[in-house]
């Protein structure tokens, strides 16, 4: 193997690693809800789960109608952060 291909190969590995470690030691801690925030959007979640329960949807509908539905619900809380929410949980 030629210098240039060694010192070629040991760059790009070098910038890939390097890379990798910026991008994810980024700022992964996304603004987290108050408890108030959190009970709202709670309480906003078990509201739109007994809704889905009671039209008996299948899993993937209920799924996408809780979704739907905590957000049109939310719309009134713009500082609520629904972006890590799991409604499943």
């Not at 996304?30 to 008996?56: G, P, V, Y």
Request: charged letters at 25%; a positive charge; proline letters at 3%.
């Amino acid at each position: 193997m030629s210098q240039y291909v060694r010192a070629l190969s040991a760059g790009t590995i070098a910038t890939v690693l390097v890379g990798g470690m910026i991008f994810l030691s980024g700022p992964a801690e996304a603004a987290k809800n108050s408890k108030r925030e959190q009970a709202i959007l709670d309480h906003t979640a078990a509201q739109c789960t007994a809704r889905a329960e009671a039209r008996k949807l299948w899993l993937i509908h209920r799924k996408i109608f809780v979704w739907n539905c905590i957000r049109k619900d939310l719309k009134a809380h713009p500082e609520i952060d629904t972006s890590d929410f799991d409604p499943s949980r």
